[in-house]
């Protein structure tokens, strides 16, 4: 069971956003990256996330580039899981491949600093806050796999090979 | 039933034929990472515990997002691509080379191959008639480690477009058309497949500039069919024997089939800050531009330099306008000199600077100051993409930023073309 705090953000937050490329400097230095997360889209959040907390976004969230920096940072700074409308693909296979958690519903209802709770075996996020329940998109199996494996590399260090169809 | 671009060249790469929607494991021909993913693809690499690529002379690693190197970090970063090329037998693209998508279409692609890049705009090869997607630095890492990769085969959209275009338009107008119509997330895990008279009639470096720019609305690739051009192109490059006949089939089954008449589209110009919030460039003429940058993997070649000089010919560029030209690839470059293109760019008041990425990502060589407009023949227009969130980037075809850095404002270059 997770549970957090919100941080709300609109459509189109692009991997510009969460990892800008006036820092390409800091992609070998990922903590020193993570201080600045997302912050062209919210100069708090990187200061006052915590951890547990969690990411709540309109559509086509993580549009643009393929870098993994993206969503490692993201994991880096305690964020448990980022509820979006939906991802982009590029963003989508990243974060799965490196086990940061995304799930995909309706946030119209979500709202900044609301409390929830998501039971990731269920389906269900609870808006503590609101006191209104809503049920993600259950995760491709593929990606279940590769989350229980802990991440791309582990599944092919296990398997020494793809274990997936 | 027949099959799309997509089904058909994953189908050549997995153990049975493939259909959209499958899961499947395909072999994966050609691997490529830059300097902004390489170092992490090696790191992850590395704790695979596999020596070396299983096809090391497949394996491209480009230095182009930030050469000469800026920063000692990004040397750092440089040095850690050149030894791990140097330790396995990987081919290096050092600074100065290119841009990776321009030297993967003139070296390294074939039709018919899978190409896994960690780089968004990877898709560009895919007008080679190659299914070439972008990856994250992980999913590379562990391509290149074992030669195949996992795929969800993606349903396709077949693009139709028909006419000529009208006087001032070309490819890179169509796609931000496209992208202004489907949205920025219209194409999300789709692949693209372009048809019609406009393409067949159109250049290998047109067709380069709409499949580049299928990750712009959302899409896994963007295909076309291979043909004479693919073959002349190849044969320009000394490579006609890689030359593979794709076809589309009569009766593969398209998610979709989007219509575009040639004429229905005019000079368009991506507002910030999303490459979907497109206008006709003759509505922006109030806007006035501070940096124009032609160059990028999107519009860095020489057919886009030669455009762009048609239209600095005429007069010098304006004393408010700085304007940054990177030809796309070494190969580019020299042709440009060859044809005295640069001669007159730097003679017009053009910055010109070497063969790679350049401001495009932010990093160097032309970052906006606060509150800066900057228009760019480049592909994002996201807040903050050319280093600075406060600038503001329009997004157009070559022609439209030559004509802009002209006039100081944002111009419509129908009228003197």
Not at chain 2, 24 to 31: F, G, K, Q, W
Not at chain 2, 310 to 334: C, E, F, G, N
């Amino acid at each position: 069971m997770l549970k957090g705090k919100v941080w709300k953000f609109p459509d189109n937050i692009s991997t510009d956003h969460i990892a800008p490329g006036r820092l390409f400097h800091l992609r070998s230095n990922l903590p020193e990256f993570a201080k600045h997360v997302l912050e062209d889209a919210d100069p708090d959040f990187a200061s006052k996330v915590q951890k547990g907390d969690f990411i709540v976004a309109g559509s086509n969230f993580g549009l643009g580039s393929s870098r993994e920096h993206a969503p490692q940072i993201i994991k880096l700074s305690g964020v448990s899981a980022v509820i979006a409308k939906s991802f982009a693909r590029i963003f989508y296979r990243n974060a799965i491949n490196i086990g940061l958690l995304l799930l995909e519903c309706n946030t119209d209802e979500i709202d900044a600093q609301d409390e929830l709770e998501v039971d990731v075996r269920t389906g269900v996020i609870k808006n503590l806050t609101k006191k209104t329940e809503i049920t993600f998109k259950p995760l491709p199996e593929v990606m279940i796999k590769l989350q229980q494996d802990g991440g791309l590399i582990e599944h092919i260090k296990k398997y020494g090979d793809f274990k997936l169809t | 039933m027949g099959q799309t671009l997509a089904e058909k060249i994953i189908s050549a790469h997995t153990e049975k034929p493939v259909k959209a929607g499958d899961l499947c494991i395909a072999n994966v021909d050609v691997t490529a990472v830059q300097d902004g993913t390489g170092p992490l693809t090696i790191s992850e690499f590395k704790k695979l515990g596999i020596d070396k690529p299983k096809n090391p002379q497949r394996m491209i690693l480009f230095i182009d997002h930030a050469t000469p190197s800026p920063r000692k970090e990004l040397s750092n970063s440089h040095m850690v691509m050149r030894q791990f090329a140097k330790e396995t037998g990987a081919v290096l693209s050092d600074g100065g080379q290119g841009v990776c998508h321009q030297r993967l279409v003139e070296q390294y692609v074939k039709p018919g191959e899978i190409l896994c890049g960690a780089d968004s705009h990877t898709c560009t090869s895919g007008a080679l008639g190659a299914f070439a997607t972008g990856m994250g630095s992980t999913d590379v890492a562990v391509a290149s480690a074992l030669g195949k990769t996992w795929l969800k085969v993606p349903q396709s959209y077949k693009i139709c477009v028909n006419g000529f275009f009208r006087k001032g338009v070309f490819a890179k107008d169509l796609m931000l058309y496209l992208i202004g119509k489907i949205g920025a997330d219209g194409a999300t895990y789709k692949a693209l497949e372009f048809c019609g008279s406009t393409i067949e009639s159109m250049s290998m470096s047109d067709r380069f500039t709409l499949a580049n720019m299928a990750v712009e609305a959302g899409a896994k690739a963007g295909l076309f069919a291979t043909d004479d051009k693919t073959y002349n192109f190849l044969k320009m490059q000394k490579r006609e024997f890689d030359f593979k006949n794709i076809e589309f089939d009569k009766d593969a089954e398209y998610e979709k089939v989007i219509e575009i008449n040639a004429e229905d589209v005019e000079p368009m110009v991506a507002c910030p800050h999303t490459v979907d919030n497109v206008k006709p460039a003759r509505e922006l003429n109030h806007i006035k531009v501070n940096q124009v940058f032609i160059g990028s993997c999107t519009n860095g070649r020489i057919e886009d330099l030669r455009l762009a000089v048609k239209l600095l010919k005429r007069q010098h560029v304006h004393p408010d306008v700085r304007l940054i030209v990177a030809p796309a690839s070494k190969a580019v470059m020299m042709q440009a000199l060859r044809e005295g293109i640069i001669e007159i760019m730097t003679y017009v008041g053009a910055q010109i600077i070497p063969p790679g990425c350049g401001p495009c990502v932010g990093v160097h060589a032309g970052i906006l100051g606060d509150g800066e407009v900057c228009l760019s023949t480049q592909n994002r227009n996201f807040k903050g993409r050319m280093g600075n969130p406060e600038g503001q980037i329009y997004l157009s075809s070559p022609a439209v930023a030559a004509y802009s850095a002209v006039c100081g404002y944002i111009a419509d270059p129908t009228e003197i073309l």
